[in-house]
């Protein structure tokens, strides 16, 4: 077994992908319309669609422009070899970072966290580039 995707439900399909795009650096990977039952999917991701590399699935339900989040969902975490210049291109990019990068309390990894349009957060763990999980470069 092995983790495929994490869909998130999105108010606004192509804000949520100029985000993971733009200001992530993913890749949209494929897009699907189902009139029928009135929703969108983009997949978004690193790499080119490698079947071994997780995605993200962005979920529009049409008509509908907010979720509450609830508060059991944590956040999605991206392995990036620069926690502080992640920051900084994301932040360029018209991200929005909601703590600074920074040793994790009582650690020293050092982490940050962004938040996207619709309010998920977002957790960049610097790692080594050669560690699994690599993200955003």
Request: glycine share 14%.
């Amino acid at each position: 077994m092995r983790l495929l995707h994490t869909m998130l439900r999105v108010g606004n399909l192509q804000r949520s992908i100029d985000f993971y795009t733009q200001v992530l650096g993913m890749t949209l990977l494929r897009t699907s319309e189902n009139p029928e039952y009135k929703y969108s999917l983009a997949f978004v991701g690193y790499g080119n669609g490698n079947p071994d590399q997780a995605e993200i699935e962005l979920t529009y339900n049409w008509g509908t422009e907010s979720y509450e989040l609830g508060s059991a969902y944590g956040h999605i975490a991206l392995g990036v070899p620069d926690a502080y210049a992640a920051c900084d291109k994301i932040k360029a990019a018209g991200g929005n970072v909601t703590r600074e990068a920074g040793p994790v309390k009582g650690g020293t990894t050092v982490i940050a966290f962004v938040t996207d349009p619709d309010g998920y957060k977002i957790e960049l763990i610097q790692r080594n580039e050669n560690a699994a999980g690599g993200g955003l470069r």
